[in-house]
């Protein structure tokens, strides 16, 4: 038998909420049907996966580029999530609620993460101690790709990179209530067979983007025009709309915070450092500055800003999500995938 327990934390509208289910050790017995019909929809997913994105050289930049225009508007895998995903590493023995964990958009979570690893389509499943259903999907990191085809610096810190080098699961927690993906993992739940990948070392110079030899924004995967159709039309529209912003942000010390090294060990960090990563946000950076929930000083408490500059900061943050709004529509009628 089967039980879900303790506290659990869903992400409601951005935020963080421990719901009345924390009301302790009051065990709920997990519907049996929607089990089944989270088994069913992840094998679905097991198989998408290991069809779209097989296992494949760490280097295969053909690989990796099919994986991911599949990914990033597929239906199967789509209807597995919701708008928002929780992703990061396992980090036991701290308890669940305290690991350090990083939110996004699914979209630009399937385009700019989860294309990253190759599948072999095995994967089991479990209720797991924290009352998700948990499933693990056999799958190997691509270490090998060229520096812009990582969301930003991985090998900032060493640690996170092996993690990401090590995998052999990408293991997802189910909530058995809206039975989608609640929580991703980079893990180690499965054993894969055959030698073990090559470890890589890469330089970082302390920059979440830079200009390559070429004159190149890397990393290249977080530009629009990377992720999105070639033919969408919003993407100037995008570029200009999120330079001010991102100027913006800058002046209003967002960056201080919303960026990868999370150097406020936030629980739910949202990353606004690159074009993608504010893409996937639009919508929260605008719901959070109509609340006046951000920014915030250094003992993480609201800072007042000077009305004009709300006021600008507010223009120019419905301008980009506007223009998010219209570039998604335009992909879900239209879109053929990044780069394509
Ligand atoms: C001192 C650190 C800090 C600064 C500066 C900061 N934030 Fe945050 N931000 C946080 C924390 C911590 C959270 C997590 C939620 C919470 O604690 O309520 C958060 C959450 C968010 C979220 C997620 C939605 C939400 O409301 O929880 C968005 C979007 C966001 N911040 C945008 C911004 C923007 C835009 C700026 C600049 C105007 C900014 N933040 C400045 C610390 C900061």
């Known amino acids: 038998m089967s039980f879900r327990f303790g506290w659990r934390l869903p992400v409601v509208a951005g935020t963080l909420i421990a719901t009345a289910l924390f009301a302790g050790t009051s065990a709920l017995a997990a519907d049996p049907a929607a089990i089944a019909r989270i088994e069913a929809r992840a094998s679905a997913v097991a198989q998408r996966l290991a069809s779209v994105c ?69 994967h089991t499943g479990k209720i797991n101690q924290e009352g998700f259903y948990q499933v693990d999907f056999q799958a190997r990191f691509r270490n090998g790709l060229a520096a812009g085809e ?53 330089p970082w110079d302390g920059k979440w983007m830079w200009v390559d030899i070429n004159g190149q924004t890397q990393p290249v995967i977080t530009l629009f ?32 915070c919303h960026v990868p090294n999370n150097p406020k060990h936030m629980n739910r960090l949202s990353l606004l450092q690159t074009p993608n990563h504010a893409f996937g946000e639009a919508d929260r ?44 529509e335009w992909e879900a009628r239209n879109g053929k995938g990044p780069r394509n």
Request: hydrophobic share 45%.
């Open 285 to 328: 950076i605008v719901e959070t500055m109509v609340k006046q929930r951000m920014p915030r000083d250094d003992a993480n408490l609201p800072v007042a800003m000077e009305p004009a500059a709300m006021e600008r900061f507010l223009v120019l943050a419905r301008k980009f999500e506007g223009d998010v709004r219209a570039a998604r």
């Open 54 to 122: 097989p296992l494949a050289a760490p280097n295969d930049k053909a690989a990796f580029d099919r994986c991911r225009n599949a990914l990033f508007g597929d239906p199967v895998v789509t209807a597995a999530m919701d708008d928002r995903i929780v992703w990061g590493g396992i980090q036991y023995p701290k308890a669940f609620k305290d690991w350090e964990l990083t939110v996004f958009s699914t979209d630009m979570f399937r385009g700019l993460y989860l294309s990253l690893f190759g599948f072999t389509g095995r």
């Open 225 to 256: 025009e990377d992720m999105l159709s070639t033919g969408n039309p919003l993407i100037p529209a995008l570029n200009v709309s999120y330079r001010e912003l991102a100027e913006q942000m800058r002046q209003s010390t967002c960056m201080n």
């Open 150 to 202: 990582y969301a930003y610096p991985f090998w900032h810190a060493d640690p996170k990179w092996r993690g990401y080098e090590l995998t052999t699961s990408f293991t997802v927690y189910f909530d058995v209530d809206t039975e989608k993906m609640a929580f991703a993992f980079r893990a180690r739940e499965l054993e894969l067979a055959g030698p073990a990948q090559a470890p890589v070392t890469l």
